[in-house]
Nanobody, 117 residues
Framework: QVQLVESGGGLVQAGGSLRLSCASS????????MAWYRQAPGKQREWVAQ???????NYGDSVKGRFTISRDNAKHMMYLQMDSLKVEDTAVYYC???????????WGRGTQVTVSS
């Protein structure tokens, strides 16, 4: 069983930076695609970025050029460096792990990011 725990959220002014972390327990981390999603109040959950076990990355258009996703397979950790934050980045950010072997998906409980103007 995989458990995901996010950390690093908080309150920041527009233009500032935050770094989110996701700790994964259990097996299969290096063979999984890791991703960040976010959900703002009253909106659907939105895909933010993903990274494969080999380090290939993809980003949503709204965060491209401002956010950087990374992972450390040895530590079972994933990160999201968020720069040039905007008010519209305010949301609960969720860590997601998807096994390429079984297609099982796991979610963390989320961490709140609030960007003030």
């Amino acid at each position: 069983q995989v458990q995901l725990v996010e950390s690093g959220g908080g309150l920041v002014q527009a233009g500032g930076s935050l770094r989110l972390s996701c700790a994964s327990s259990g097996s299969g981390f290096s063979g999984s695609v890791m991703a960040w999603y976010r959900q703002a109040p009253g909106k659907q959950r939105e895909w933010v970025a993903q990274i494969t076990g080999g380090g290939s990355t993809n980003y949503g258009d709204s965060v491209k050029g401002r956010f950087t996703i990374s992972r450390d397979n040895a530590k079972h950790m994933m990160y999201l460096q968020m720069d040039s934050l905007k008010v519209e980045d305010t949301a609960v950010y969720y860590c997601n792990q998807r096994s390429l072997r079984t297609s099982e998906m796991y979610w963390g409980r989320g961490t709140q990011v609030t960007v003030s103007s």
